[in-house]
């Protein structure tokens, strides 16, 4: 369940969710969600999404976060132009 807050990663998981995405949260405030989150949810996995560069990657990484996202991985690849003939 992707969460904005540790009160809805909090609501997710007392719910029944498995896994809850904390997105676009500041490093602070992530691990502080995820520290709340793994208190009363252990087995409930953490990931951290939103803005995360390979540049800023150390500051998310945490005892509490399971799991980073990182979309620019893929939104910012170059293109590739090839042709293959059989």
Do not use: W, Y
Not at 33 to 60: C, M, N
Not at 70 to 79: E, Q, V, W
Request: charged share 15%; hydrophobic share 50%; glycine share 6%.
């Amino acid at each position: 369940v992707e969460c904005s807050s540790a009160d809805e990663a909090l609501a997710a998981a007392g719910a029944g969710a498995d896994i809850v995405l904390l997105d676009n949260l500041a490093p602070e405030e992530l691990h502080a969600a995820a520290a709340q989150v793994k208190a009363a949810h252990p087995r409930v996995t953490v990931e951290a999404s939103g803005g995360i560069v390979l540049e800023t990657l150390p500051q998310f990484l945490g005892p509490h976060i399971d799991v980073v996202s990182m979309g620019c991985l893929t939104h910012s690849a170059p293109a590739l132009d090839f042709a293959l003939r059989v």
